[in-house]
């Protein structure tokens, strides 16, 4: 298994840094995620990786040999396209053994090998089909296999799911990690979607314009958010803008257009007067009546999505402002719209933040 180190690499188009200095470490056989808003910069740092794009400065190792000036046909990585890149006029099984044709692979090792590619994609019997034929979930898993047949010592996937709808982004997601795991090759994955990060992640970087602002496992960014740019990326959460009213210890007082709120101070070091936002993410907050908490506000029910055995609910309080909860629907107290409640939540389930959020 390959250990790759991302050194300082930055990426320029003109005058525009696409990327900027950039540095990673990737363990063998880790499953490393690059998550981030469109135009962040992620899929340009993967195809510096893969050598698709000449970084302006920077290095790439695999198990520390510079892989800069070696050419991509010789770099043994498998890419996977957010469109798939198949030959529309190339055969499944034909697609599948490009990469060894290219690489000389004799005939009767490329059979075996693409068969046993397309066993493990559940592609068996497909064969003879060409990528028009398929299914977006088959053109996918061909794309997959065509990259993995080769053995490659990283594997680079760019998007590979989002052209999917959601039931079948949800299976693929279980199907790609476990075949990963199997495979024990070491993966860097592009994705803008949080929830394909935080399920198939050993580690994640989060990027923005450019740069990295935090890489950690993904319980880690969601519990532990280094600013609120994180906290609001990865996970829905709650901000109220507000003013610190008070610090008494680890408790600090803000007062928010609804209500003086409490939160924990953590490591931020606040004053009285500092202008601060309070994070809540929807699923620390309780909603009904007679409720117990650090934190307890009036309002009233605006909005209520059922989503299987969770219930999202907006209640809207003091000063027009928009609280969102997740509940469990097990032994939950039915709402209904317009109904007057409570929510609440305790002190230390708020993070305080000091940057506006941008």
């Known amino acids: 298994m390959v250990r ?34 469109s135009g962040c910069g992620k899929t340009t740092l993967l195809r510096a990786v893969a050598g698709l794009s000449r970084p302006a400065m920077g ?45 000389g692979v004799d005939k009767e090792s490329q059979k075996s090998r693409v068969a046993t590619a397309l066993s493990m994609l559940s592609l068996s019997g497909l064969e003879e089909r060409y990528p028009g034929e398929l299914s977006g979930g088959q053109q996918q898993r061909v794309a997959v296999a065509r990259a993995v047949v080769v053995e490659p010592d990283v594997l680079l996937m760019d998007e590979p799911l989002s052209n999917l709808d959601a039931r079948l982004r949800a299976e693929m997601r279980t199907e790609l990690k476990a075949l990963i795991r199997r495979l024990g090759v070491t993966t860097i994955y592009v994705t803008h979607d949080q929830r394909e990060a935080l399920s198939m992640a050993d580690r994640v970087a989060v990027m923005r314009d450019g740069a990295i602002v935090q890489c950690a496992s993904p319980r ?14 990865v996970g829905e959460t709650n901000v109220f803008e507000g003013e610190v009213k008070r610090v008494d210890d680890d408790i600090v007082e803000v007062k928010t257009p609804f209500e003086v709120l409490k939160a924990t101070k953590g490591s931020l070091e606040v004053a009285k007067g500092d202008a601060v936002h309070v994070l809540v993410r929807p699923e620390d907050i309780a909603v009904g009546a007679a409720l117990q908490g650090s934190n307890i506000v009036g309002g009233r029910v605006t909005d209520i999505a059922f989503a299987g055995g969770i219930e999202e609910v907006f209640v809207e309080v003091q000063g027009a402002v928009r609280v969102h909860v997740m509940r469990s629907l097990k032994d939950a107290e039915t709402l209904e719209l317009g109904e007057t409640v409570e929510v609440a939540f305790d002190a230390d389930r708020a993070r305080l933040f000091k940057s506006p959020l941008r």
């Open 4 to 37: 790759v180190e991302i050194q300082s690499i930055a990426v320029r188009y003109g005058t525009f840094w696409a990327v900027k200095e950039v540095s990673l470490e990737i363990e063998p056989g880790e499953i490393f995620f690059l998550l981030g808003p």
């Open 59 to 103: 290095e790439v190792l695999f198990n520390g040999r510079p892989m800069n000036t070696v050419p991509v046909h010789e770099k043994n990585v498998g890419f996977v396209f957010q469109n798939y890149a198949l030959w529309p006029h190339l055969t499944v099984a034909e697609n599948v053994a490009y990469g060894l044709t290219t690489r």
């Open 220 to 233: 880690a960014l969601y519990d532990e958010p280094a600013n609120e740019f994180v906290a609001s990326f």
